[in-house]
């Protein structure tokens, strides 16, 4: 009950524009992130909204409405579709009351005939069995379409482009497959897009870092081949490549990234070379994750930018050189996990982690006089020696981007002597 409470306020607020949705819907900022309400620019006054989820729906006014005959339509071959139901949600689902339907939500289109629309679908953690049927398109008023934890297979329909107003698309743990569902690329609306813990394979289309997203979950899949260079021109504020077959180097874009992002991981794919020149720069990053790749080089100075980072994890590569004062002098830092890599000492102020109560976990390096390290026949040969990152000498104190960017905004701007 609260649940669909909940869901049916938000799609109040979605429909409470002229016509459609004016309000963001992404993804909030945490490990497992999960659905924020953002800021409403829509105008216009309430209306009715007609709560699905088979909780005192009232029929709807005028039942032949063709949008609502569309989504019937819509709806009952989906039913078709579906094989396995096993805490029987979809006993609810009959007659063309669709507003009453258990997981359907509608509200009111805000339109001079002021008729309800499917606005969301919730089915959540509902353990359905089958496919996602082309017929969905027709629920072209659709804002939320959330399905986690089901065990749909297959594809995503190419026909979904026609959800021109879908906000947030969570597919994840399921058991799609097929290349990168490339139909999402086509949803003007888009905000939050989750497709973790599926069978998805192939490369990243370059696109998906140019669309407008703020949320973007592709972790645990299968997708492999080098990351799109234009990584850094993502909008969004987070980003989960992790436990993938991704290769190659990480973008030089990736230093670049504006102050909105606030999480990336990309840990457990198979990625090599240095991390970017300028990570760190212009960010206001709180999770950074590079953990269990094959990185090497030294760290660059600009991750002393990295003021409101709270964990970094840069375990299981093949960094070296000496843990400086530009990582362990963090200010916000909770968790510093250097493990398994080549470097060869740290500074005192990385001694001091203990005394700022931080965890801290160098173990198996190559760091004389300490406890828990690589046998020295292993740190003899230190792995890409040879390899020559890019390091820009920098000025101290490093004048961090982000930080430039909030002391401009305090400076009065000088008018020009007449």
């Excluded at 869901?7 to 924020?36: D, E, P």
């Excluded at 989504?71 to 949600?89: F, G, H, R």
């Excluded at 309800?116 to 509902?126: K, Q, S």
């Excluded at 830092?333 to 001694?351: D, K």
Aim: glycine letters at 10%; proline letters at 7%.
């Amino acid at each position: 009950m609260e649940k669909s409470c909940i869901l049916a306020f938000l799609l109040l607020i979605l429909h409470s524009g002229t016509t459609k949705a004016a309000f963001s819907v992404g993804g909030g900022v945490g490990v497992g992130v999960g659905v924020g309400v953002g800021n409403g620019n829509g105008g216009g006054s309430g209306g009715v909204v007609w709560v699905g989820g088979g909780i005192n729906s009232p029929e709807p006014p005028g039942s032949s409405v063709p949008k609502l005959e569309g989504a019937y339509t819509a709806l009952q071959a989906w039913k078709s579709a579906i094989t396995e139901d096993p805490v029987n949600i979809l006993e609810s689902w009959v007659g063309p009351n669709v507003c009453s339907y258990k997981g359907v939500f509608c509200a009111d289109e805000m339109a001079a005939s002021a008729v309800p629309v499917v606005a969301g679908i919730d089915l959540n953690h509902a353990n359905l069995q089958g496919t996602l049927v082309k017929e969905l398109s027709l629920l072209s008023d659709l804002s939320l379409l959330h399905l986690n934890s089901n065990r749909f297979t297959g594809t995503v329909p190419d026909t979904f482009r026609d959800l021109v107003f879908l906000e947030e698309l969570d597919l994840s743990n399921n058991q799609l497959s097929g290349p990168f569902p490339a139909v999402t690329l086509y949803m003007p609306a888009l905000i939050y897009l989750d497709l973790r813990f599926n069978y998805f394979s192939g490369p990243l289309p370059q696109e998906l870092f140019s669309k407008n997203l703020d949320a973007i979950f592709l972790n645990n899949n299968q997708f492999e081949g080098e990351i799109p260079q234009n990584l850094g021109s993502s909008p969004a504020s987070v980003i989960n490549l992790a436990n993938n077959k991704l290769s190659g180097n990480i973008p030089a874009s990736f230093g670049f990234m504006g102050s909105k992002i606030k999480e990336i991981l990309f840990l457990n794919n198979q990625l090599t070379g240095c991390i970017p020149e300028g990570v760190g720069l212009f960010t206001e990053m709180q999770v950074l994750d590079v953990s269990f790749n094959s990185l090497m080089g030294h760290l660059p100075d600009t991750l002393s930018c990295l003021q409101d980072v709270e964990v970094l994890n840069l375990a299981h590569n093949k960094l070296s050189g000496e843990l400086s004062d530009v990582v362990c002098s963090l200010r916000s830092l909770a968790n510093l996990t250097v493990a398994y890599n080549f470097f060869s000492g740290f500074s005192q102020q990385c001694s001091r982690l203990f005394f700022r109560n931080v965890g801290f976990d160098f173990s198996l390096n190559c760091i004389p006089g300490r406890d828990m390290q690589r046998p020295q026949p292993e740190c003899s040969v230190i792995p890409g020696g040879s390899l020559s990152c890019l390091r820009i000498p920098t000025p101290r104190p490093l004048v961090c981007g982000s930080m430039a960017v909030s002391k401009s905004k305090h400076i009065d701007p000088i008018s020009p002597s007449p």
